[in-house]
């Protein structure tokens, strides 16, 4: 729990509130909500499928984005990476969020 909220805060170095929360962790999290989505639609659970596939993740979700928007403006390298950083995040995270 302190991981994450360090990440909430923007602790971390970027490069692992990206590649770990947002991609590694953020990715797992989508999968499985999403497969849950599929197995609740085929058991003719429509608002359960609804609840889990986009109400359940989305609060990770925007902890993993404003961590790492926070964690880059840390970042002490090129301002480009943490540019793309907060974008690729937020693109990311919206597109797991909403497909």
Request: no cysteine; proline share 4%; aromatic share 12%.
């Given at each position: 729990?302190?991981?994450?909220?360090?990440?909430?805060?923007?602790?971390?170095?970027?490069?692992?509130?990206?590649?770990?929360?947002?991609?590694?962790?953020?990715?797992?999290?989508?999968?499985?909500?999403?497969?849950?989505?599929?197995?609740?639609?085929?058991?003719?659970?429509?608002?359960?499928?609804?609840?889990?596939g986009y109400v359940?993740?989305?609060?990770?979700?925007?902890?993993?984005?404003?961590?790492?928007?926070?964690?880059?403006?840390?970042?002490?390298?090129?301002?480009?990476?943490?540019?793309?950083?907060?974008?690729?995040?937020?693109i990311v995270m919206?597109?797991l969020t909403v497909?």
């Amino acid at each position: 729990m302190t991981k994450l909220r360090s990440l909430w805060l923007g602790d971390l170095p970027l490069g692992e509130a990206f590649w770990t929360w947002v991609i590694g962790i953020g990715l797992l999290v989508n999968l499985t909500t999403s497969a849950l989505f599929l197995a609740l639609l085929a058991a003719d659970q429509p608002w359960a499928a609804l609840f889990v596939g986009y109400v359940l993740p989305a609060p990770y979700n925007v902890v993993a984005v404003v961590g790492v928007w926070r964690s880059a403006a840390r970042y002490k390298g090129d301002g480009g990476h943490a540019d793309l950083a907060r974008i690729a995040s937020a693109i990311v995270m919206l597109l797991l969020t909403v497909t």
